[in-house]
């Protein structure tokens, strides 16, 4: 065998290693970036419900006679507002994400202040529809949360593929960036007195 050839062989074997490495590092975040801009899908499905049946709600309200206009006005344009807010899945950056949830916080926000004011409408509280709009709202608020978790733990897996070292030097490469996370709300370390429970 001639001596020129090994060194060409070995040259061969680390090109071919490093194509191997490149494409199951692209090939791998590929994946995990297409499962959180999914769970990211789901996160804003869960919000459409919620705004869905908001509007259900703000039917079944409208029908007391004398409810506070001001109330109900403050959730019909909280909710115009977060429905207007969305983000392009491809483009998920810090700021369009808290953009987004500042504009659900003010509409979970007008949505307590309505419940509180219900709370005085007894025939709103014995009302049928408005009971089951309010269970499913609830179920909904808990879905939520869920899927919010979820889309945390598939940006958590994206990014630690794309960040730990070697593979961070092929992200930049191959144009993977840093997903963000949902992030907890300012102040929602405090328990909110809403109080989804009628007598």
């Known amino acids: 065998m001639k001596k020129w050839l090994i060194p060409v062989i070995i040259l061969a074997v680390i090109v071919f ?7 199951g590092f692209n090939n791998t975040a590929v994946t995990y970036e297409a499962d959180a801009k999914t769970a990211w899908s789901n996160v804003e499905s869960a919000y459409q419900r919620r705004n ?7 039917k079944t309200v ?7 206009k001001e109330t109900l006005e403050g959730v019909i344009q909280a909710r115009a507002d977060a429905t207007k807010t969305s983000i392009n899945v491809g483009d998920l950056t810090p700021e369009k994400m808290a953009a987004f ?15 509180v004011v219900v709370e005085r409408y007894p025939e709103l509280k014995a009302n049928q529809n408005f009971l089951e709009l309010q269970s499913q709202l609830e179920g909904t608020e808990n879905r939520i949360n869920v899927e919010r978790n979820r889309f945390n733990e598939k940006v958590n897996i ?9 593979n961070k030097l092929l992200a930049g490469w191959f144009g993977f960036k840093e997903m963000p996370r949902y992030q907890a709300d300012a102040g929602s370390e405090q328990a909110p007195d809403v109080n989804f429970e009628f007598d």
């Open 17 to 23: 290693a490093l194509y191997q490495w490149g494409v």
């Open 158 to 166: 994206y990014d630690i593929h794309t960040t730990k070292f070697p």
């Open 101 to 115: 949830q500042q504009a659900q916080s003010g509409l979970t926000g007008a949505l307590s202040k309505l419940m």
């Open 52 to 58: 869905d049946l908001i509007g259900n709600l703000v």
């Open 62 to 68: 409208q029908g007391a006679a004398d409810f506070e």
